[in-house]
């Protein structure tokens, strides 16, 4: 063996013994980025093993349910996702400053008509309100739009599903209404004169 080769392997064996020096470590970290709902999968899974040893029929039961809840909830899923696509593409941000810009009552049911078809993580929402606050959007219609981002189309099927079309309805006017008059309220609270 020449002496290249047992350089090469020497610096080799140093980083193989480095990296397994530094595996808890590398565990760790990895540990970490995993997500809770895959910790929630796995203790599920567990829970599921344990009852198949313990119990199989009270375990072909829960799977029985589940696959009986699965069947109706299919069909939903496929109108939300069909809902949630079509406002995703047409209710852009663009759209939402574009239809801002309206007066008086206009203003209002854009904001709040805004509210309810955003979509994306509330902290990307921000920055454009704030640009919009800038812009003379008042504190009122900020709050209004955060508000109406909890009624959201295209939950309405599973909604229905487990609690009903009146009580939706209902709700969803009430948190309207609400939402105006936390505004309303807000702004004077600010002392907004708009």
């Given at each position: 063996m020449n002496l290249k080769n047992k350089l090469h392997r020497s610096v080799y064996n140093r980083k193989g013994c480095e990296n397994l020096q530094a595996g808890p470590k590398l565990w760790s970290k990895k540990a970490k980025n995993i997500s809770s709902s895959w910790y929630f999968l796995i203790i599920v899974i567990l829970i599921y093993l344990i009852l198949f040893i313990l119990n199989q029929n009270l375990f072909l039961q829960s799977l029985n349910?589940?696959?009986?809840?699965?069947?109706?909830?299919?069909?939903?899923?496929?109108?939300?996702?069909?809902?949630?696509?079509?406002?995703?593409?047409?209710?852009?941000?663009?759209?939402?400053?574009?239809?801002?810009?309206?007066?008086?009552?206009?203003?209002?049911?854009?904001?709040?008509?805004?509210?309810?078809?955003?979509?994306?993580?509330?902290?990307?929402?921000?920055?454009?309100?704030?640009?919009?606050?800038?812009?003379?959007?008042?504190?009122?219609?900020?709050?209004?739009?955060?508000?109406?981002?909890?009624i959201k189309i295209p939950l309405?099927?599973?909604?229905?599903?487990?609690?009903?079309?009146?009580?939706i309805l209902i709700l969803s006017g009430a948190m309207i209404i609400i939402s105006i008059i936390q505004g309303i309220l807000l702004n004077k609270l600010m002392g907004v004169k708009k």
């Open positions: 349910f589940f696959y009986k809840i699965i069947l109706k909830i299919i069909p939903i899923f496929a109108i939300v996702f069909i809902l949630m696509a079509i406002s995703n593409y047409f209710i852009t941000p663009k759209f939402i400053i574009k239809h801002l810009k309206e007066k008086g009552i206009k203003k209002w049911f854009f904001v709040i008509v805004g509210g309810i078809l955003s979509a994306g993580p509330i902290y990307m929402w921000y920055p454009l309100l704030g640009d919009l606050k800038n812009k003379g959007l008042n504190y009122g219609l900020i709050a209004c739009f955060l508000y109406n981002r909890a309405f099927p599973i909604a229905i599903f487990y609690f009903g079309l009146k009580y």
